[in-house]
Nanobody
């Protein structure tokens, strides 16, 4: 069974920084992408950033230049360094990953439980 465990959320003042971590556990054969989504109160969940197994990264426009996603393939861990945080970054942040558990099975989507990030003005 695969689990994603997030850590690093919290309360920070505007302009501050936080680093989120997401560690995967279980019998993972390989991953396609790992990334972060967020959901603010009353809003739909949106993608923030993701990274592929080849190291390519994609960011939503609102975080470009402020957030950096990185990964550790060996540990199947993904990080999100969040700098210059703004009140509008306040949300629950969810880790997401596409893993396959063997060479003959397809990729499956997995979610973490979420971690709260609150940015005060």
């Amino acid at each position: 069974q695969v689990q994603l465990v997030e850590s690093g959320g919290g309360l920070v003042q505007a302009g501050g920084s936080l680093r989120l971590s997401c560690a995967a556990s279980g019998s993972i054969f390989s991953f396609n992408t790992m990334g972060w989504y967020r959901q603010a109160p009353g809003k739909q969940r949106e993608v923030v950033a993701h990274i592929t197994s080849g190291g390519s990264t994609v960011y939503v426009d609102s975080v470009k230049g402020r957030f950096i996603i990185s990964g550790d393939n060996a540990k199947t861990t993904v990080y999100l360094q969040m700098n210059s945080l703004k009140p509008e970054d306040t949300a629950v942040y969810y880790c997401n990953a596409e893993f396959r558990l063997g060479p003959l099975v397809g990729y499956k989507n997995y979610w973490g439980q979420g971690t709260q990030v609150t940015v005060s003005s």
